[in-house]
């Protein structure tokens, strides 16, 4: 089992920066696990957002944010990142840090998710 624990999120104006964390516990986890965010925006399909995992430095990021966000961790905390730069509207969402041991798309388990809104 593993636990992910979001923090971060908040109210921001377009153009604004905010980073979100995710913090991962339990006692299978390790650097081989893949972090990513995905988000969900009121009535749209959760999407993914980025990915990282750093057994071998491997990260994605979806074309609509490539560029301006930024995922990282820190394996001594087991915890990762994602900054956001030059946020825009179309960037509220509730993010969502999810965790898996064999895919950078498809989470095992998920964390609770943090509301980014984003006005204009």
């Known amino acids: 089992q593993v636990q992910l624990v979001e923090s971060g999120g908040g109210l921001a104006q377009a153009g604004d920066s905010l980073r979100l964390s995710c913090a991962a516990s339990?006692?299978?986890?390790?650097?081989?696990?893949?972090l990513n965010w995905f988000r969900q925006a009121p009535g749209k399909e959760r999407e993914f957002v980025a990915g990282i995992r750093s057994t071998d430095e491997n990260t994605s990021y979806a074309g609509a944010v490539k560029g301006r966000f930024t995922v990282f961790r820190d394996d001594a905390k087991n915890t990762a990142y994602l900054q956001m730069h030059n946020l825009k509207v179309d960037d509220t969402a509730v993010y969502y840090c999810g965790a898996s041991r064999t895919s950078m798309w498809v989470p095992d388990y998920w964390g609770q998710g943090t509301q980014v809104t984003v006005s204009s």
């Open positions: 339990g006692r299978t986890f390790d650097m081989n696990w893949f």
